[in-house]
């Protein structure tokens, strides 16, 4: 997952670097979009997170985002608003959120926000 | 014996991070459980994001640009102030920004609220803060800036004293 920081730390290195990490973040399988989630969701993080997600959900034909958290230590009200927003574009078409292996921490951000109704949980 | 730590940065996304970090760094003296340190860093986060989106209306252009240099002549970036002390059991922790201000904190603090729904927030960063920490104070002055003060008992004596 550190790829992803240091991607995003030398982010004036050129597109290439870029190009080939992200594709390891973001998936597609069938009709779902999968995201790593980075280690800290945060402001900085969620930004990428959130423009490239769309980027992929214009281009292909996406219903449903998994993200997986497997790798998340950290998420503060950035992250639960890029959720938010995926989840109204995704739902507008019929389609869904689900949350895969999701720890403790980021259970309880989510539940506190209210996501809990939103969303799928997979473990 | 109280002890104080001093942090003065750039207002950018990317300070928020070494920002929290150094706070949880500060906090190691009191010996905090794993979620004690979770909780600090959270609602740091909350606050200096809160200065930098708000305050100084630094929200996001679009990531895939930020590759570009800046044109023209630089401004000089506005600074996030963060002091924190140790007494006792406690850590208090002041947040600082000399930004917009908030007119109504009242309505600022419910959660949901937000005046940046274009920008996803989700109006539950003080929310956050206030679940976080054992106490929440907001100061603000329009056009001058805005304080958050936060406190929380952490730490083994803590714990002990909690458990008898
Ligand atoms: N430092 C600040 N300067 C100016 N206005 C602020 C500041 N902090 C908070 N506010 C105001 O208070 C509102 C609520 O803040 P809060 O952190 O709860 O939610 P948010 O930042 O809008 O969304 P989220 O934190 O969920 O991303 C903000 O929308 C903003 O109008
Ligand atoms: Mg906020």
New interface residues.
């Given amino acids: 997952m550190s790829s992803f920081l240091l991607q995003?730390k030398s982010?004036?290195g050129g597109?290439k670097v870029e190009e080939r990490v992200l594709e390891e973040k973001f998936q597609i399988v069938d009709n779902y979009l999968v995201v790593k989630v980075p280690e800290?969701l945060?402001?900085?993080q969620a930004?990428?997170v959130?423009?490239y997600a769309d980027k992929y959900l214009l281009d292909e034909s996406i219903e449903h985002i998994v993200f997986d958290f497997e790798h998340t230590k950290?998420m503060?009200?950035?992250g639960?608003?890029?959720i938010?927003?995926r989840y109204k574009k995704v739902s507008s078409f019929g389609g869904k959120i689900l949350i895969a292996n999701a720890g403790e921490?980021i259970r309880k951000?989510l539940f506190?926000?209210g996501l809990s109704d939103m969303i799928e949980w997979i473990d | 014996m109280k002890k104080e730590m001093k942090l003065e940065f750039d207002a950018l996304p990317e300070n928020e991070g070494f920002a929290r970090v150094t706070v949880a760094a500060f906090l190691t003296s009191l010996n905090p459980t794993l979620e004690e340190v979770e909780d600090v860093k959270t609602a740091v986060s909350e606050a200096v994001t809160n200065c930098i989106i708000h305050g100084y209306g630094f929200g996001y252009e679009p990531v895939m640009d930020q590759d570009k240099e800046p044109e023209g002549e630089e401004k000089p970036v506005p600074k996030v102030y963060i002091t924190c002390a140790i007494e006792n059991d406690t850590v208090s922790i002041e947040i600082k920004d000399k930004g917009i201000g908030i007119e109504n904190i009242k309505q600022a603090m419910e959660p949901l609220f937000t005046t940046k729904p274009e920008l996803e927030r989700s109006g539950m960063g003080f929310a956050f803060m206030e679940a976080f920490m054992d106490k929440l104070f907001v100061e603000s002055n329009p056009g001058k800036g805005t304080t958050v003060r936060m406190e929380k008992k952490c730490g083994h004596s803590f714990r002990k004293a909690d458990e008898e």
């Fill in positions: 995003k982010k004036r597109k800290e945060d402001h900085h930004a990428y959130r423009q950290f503060d009200s950035s639960i608003g890029m938010v927003g921490r951000i506190l926000s």
